[in-house]
């Protein structure tokens, strides 16, 4: 099919609809590591946090994933935190404490 054509439907081809509906992430842990993922725009940070820490062997509910700053809801999606492609969540892991010793 040549640029320009329509399709048997009387729709041209949209090529770039994968790659607008898709955004550029990575997560980052603390030692460094970078994790690159293409991720749909409109759906829930949840499953890509789960793909992460499965890929990754960690204990999702001991993981804290931070976002310029502030903690990422599971139920946020990208568009909802004005993410850009390239940006980077930091995978954290979770701090108990806060005591102080006598």
């Given at each position: 099919?040549?640029?320009?054509?329509?399709?048997?439907?009387?729709?041209?081809?949209?090529h770039?609809?994968?790659?607008?509906?898709?955004?550029?992430?990575s997560?980052?842990?603390?030692?460094g590591?970078?994790?690159?993922?293409?991720?749909?725009?409109?759906k829930?940070?949840q499953?890509?946090?789960?793909s992460?820490?499965k890929?990754?062997?960690?204990?999702?509910?001991?993981?804290?994933?931070?976002?310029?700053?502030?903690?990422?809801?599971?139920?946020?999606?990208?568009?909802?935190?004005?993410?850009?492609?390239?940006?980077?969540?930091?995978?954290?892991?979770?701090?108990?404490?806060?005591?102080?010793c006598?």
């Open positions: 099919m040549r640029s320009g054509e329509e399709t048997s439907k009387g729709k041209k081809p949209n770039d609809q994968s790659v607008v509906s898709k955004i550029a992430l997560i980052k842990s603390q030692d590591d970078e994790v690159y993922y293409r991720f749909p725009r409109d829930k940070l499953h890509l946090f789960l992460y820490c890929q990754k062997k960690l204990n999702y509910d001991a993981i804290a994933f931070v976002y310029d700053g502030k903690r990422v809801k599971a139920s946020n999606t990208p568009v909802e935190m004005e993410m850009v492609d390239g940006d980077s969540i930091d995978a954290m892991m979770h701090q108990d404490g806060g005591a102080t006598s």
